[in-house]
Nanobody
Framework: QVQVVESGGGLVQPGGSLRLSCAASGSIYRIYHMAWYRQAPGKQRELVAGIFWSSESTNYADSVKGRFTISRDKAKNTVDLQMNSLKPEDTAVYYC???????????????WGQGTQVTVSS
């Protein structure tokens, strides 16, 4: 059984920082890609940042470039999102996503975390 679990959300003032963490656990054979998405009320879920596991290549939404940094720990199967200079428009539920192959299926599948709330407000 594979699980993806986020942590680190909360309330922060504009201009502040938060760090989100996500851990993929269980019988994992190989991870290909992990990413952070977010969904604000009344809006579609959007990609915030992603990282390819082997190359460590990253990509970011234009709205967060220069403010957010995604990083991964290959040994721990974790991915972090460092969010700086937060704005009210960053308020959303943030979801961790992983594309990986587990030993149970030996086929690539997509997994989502349960989401963590980030609120940027004074």
């Amino acid at each position: 059984q594979v699980q993806v679990v986020e942590s680190g959300g909360g309330l922060v003032q504009p201009g502040g920082s938060l760090r989100l963490s996500c851990a993929a656990s269980g019988s994992i054979y190989r991870i290909y890609h992990m990413a952070w998405y977010r969904q604000a009320p009344g809006k579609q879920r959007e990609l915030v940042a992603g990282i390819f596991w082997s190359s460590e290549s990253t990509n970011y939404a234009d709205s967060v470039k220069g403010r957010f940094t995604i990083s991964r720990d290959k040994a721990k199967n974790t991915v972090d999102l460092q969010m700086n200079s937060l704005k009210p428009e960053d308020t959303a539920v943030y979801y961790c996503y992983s594309r990986l192959t587990g030993f149970a299926t030996l086929m690539p599948n997509e997994y989502w975390g349960q989401g963590t709330q980030v609120t940027v407000s004074s």
